[in-house]
């Protein structure tokens, strides 16, 4: 019997989208925690590889940046490990500290 496959997806539960918090994030934030939560992939937090190239055709760089450092600096993310530049990949932990469901 072959093992059948989940369909990727990133999660954004109900009280997430409607709370207080998320609407406190601009919109590139959003967009961009939605991206870096779809690198999760279920055991790899702390882990969680997220490149501007994987939305440089919707952010300038800068825009990115900000984004980023909003996130951590909000509560959303930690970053893991230092990249940049010909060095490795930047890593993202998920704080999960407004996925109510998750700390229920």
Known sequence: MKKRRSIPFAPIFKDVLFSDAWHNLSHSEQLIYIYIKANHNGSNNGEIPFT???VKRSFSSATISK???GL???GWLKKTEYGGLFRKKC??????TYDHIFNA
């Open 72 to 74: 951590i600096n909000k």
């Open 91 to 96: 890593l993202y932990k998920l704080t999960l």
């Open 52 to 54: 501007y190239s994987q």
């Open 67 to 69: 984004a980023l450092k």
